[in-house]
């Protein structure tokens, strides 16, 4: 696969009604569940990386603020089909299929949701470094406080 077709892959859209009929109903049975992740964002706001084995899996990521569209009485979606599409269709993102041998890095804050198209096996990874050990801090005191 050459550059070009790796960037192709990395089909950047406006997330409409294509969001919850390609990714939850038809490419994922919406009963199993199991198949995919809850819509969050990662662990104190850290990075993470995830190389992936075997299978194929379908990202959707939002970029930093994106989320905000979607809480409803101050709490997230757990999946995103459950928003309405014209909620949906509000929200910018990333959508990319993840192929075996292929490394995806998620950017700090950036929340996501992630379907296994089949069976799959993946290492993943959440790390901080200088550019976003703020932020982590700050995440971690906002968690710690509201939770003691
Ligand atoms: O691969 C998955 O199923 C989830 C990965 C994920 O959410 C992450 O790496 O941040
Ligand atoms: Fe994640």
Not at 40 to 65: E, T
Not at 70 to 96: A, H
Request: with cysteine; charged share 25%.
């Amino acid at each position: 696969m050459d550059s070009a077709d790796r960037v192709a892959r990395f089909e950047k859209l406006q997330l409409g009604e294509k969001l919850p009929v390609t990714v939850l109903t038809e490419e994922c049975d919406p009963k199993e569940i199991y198949r995919r992740t809850p819509f969050h964002c990662d662990v104190f706001g850290s990075y993470s990386w995830s190389a992936n084995i075997a299978g194929r899996k379908l990202w959707i990521l939002l970029p930093p603020g994106q989320e905000k569209k979607l809480l409803c009485r101050n709490r997230l979606p757990w999946d995103l089909g459950e928003c309405s599409s014209e909620t949906l269709s509000s929200l910018s993102g990333i959508r990319l299929l993840q192929e075996p041998g292929d490394v995806l890095f998620v950017p700090s804050g950036w929340h996501h949701q992630v379907a296994n198209l089949e069976a799959c096996i993946s290492i993943n990874h959440n790390w901080f470094n200088a550019c976003n050990a703020r932020h982590c801090h700050d995440r971690f005191h906002y968690c710690w406080r509201t939770a003691v």
